[in-house]
């Protein structure tokens, strides 16, 4: 290697990242120590530091990488389903199974975050309010498309269905994490979504 050359990483950033999510996912912030990331992360100290900043720059990359990615599946979840309210269903039925019937999870990183940080962490505090913007208008946007086709009542109030939605299913977490049996959280969701039909 030239004198004055960068030294190539030997690891990959975007792999080691994805592994402090899943630490930060099952313990958060403080329940994270440092030693415990450079062990999972396989990477030193100042690698960590060179690539990533701090922890808690670490930590706010780790809730991005999050967020994009259950943006992703959500968007693949509804589009993949033949009807808009189907594709509702299928991502309650994705984080039910994916997220609170984990048991190193038992609820999102988003709502393990805002419990967490959100009343003294104003980056963490943006990034779950811009989160829960997200799925709300991935709500809304399968929702008026379910009133284009006449699977939802044209008289429904799109956005304030998707507001509860979104309650709905963070409060699933929440749920789990405090020891809700599985019967409840089934209950839960086939309640909420009798909303969407005018059934509850």
């Not at 990242?17 to 100042?46: C, N, P």
């Not at 994705?94 to 980056?123: F, K, Y």
């Not at 956005?159 to 809700?180: C, D, E, W």
């Amino acid at each position: 290697m030239l004198a004055g050359m960068p030294r190539a990483k030997a690891f990959d950033p975007e792999a080691a990242l994805d592994r402090a999510v899943e630490l930060f996912w099952r313990f958060g912030y403080e329940g994270t120590s440092m030693a415990k990331l450079l062990e999972f992360m396989g990477i030193s100290r100042q690698s960590l530091y060179d690539t990533y900043g701090d922890k808690h720059s670490l930590f706010l990359a780790a809730v991005d990488r999050y967020r994009a990615n259950v943006q992703r599946q959500l968007a693949a979840l509804i589009s993949g389903e033949a009807t808009a309210i189907a594709g509702v269903r299928a991502v309650f039925e994705w984080v039910n199974q994916a997220v609170v019937e984990h048991p190193e999870h038992r609820s999102c990183l988003m709502a393990n975050t805002a419990l967490e940080l959100g009343q003294r962490d104003p980056d963490a505090r943006e990034r779950v309010s811009a989160h829960l913007r997200d799925v709300e208008g991935v709500f809304a946007a399968a929702l008026e498309r379910g009133q284009r086709a006449g699977e939802l009542d044209a008289s429904r109030d799109v956005r304030a269905l998707a507001r509860f939605l979104t309650g709905s299913i963070h409060g699933l977490g929440i749920l789990a994490r405090g020891g809700a049996p599985t019967p409840v959280l089934r209950d839960t969701i086939t309640t909420t979504l009798a909303v969407l039909d005018g059934r509850a």
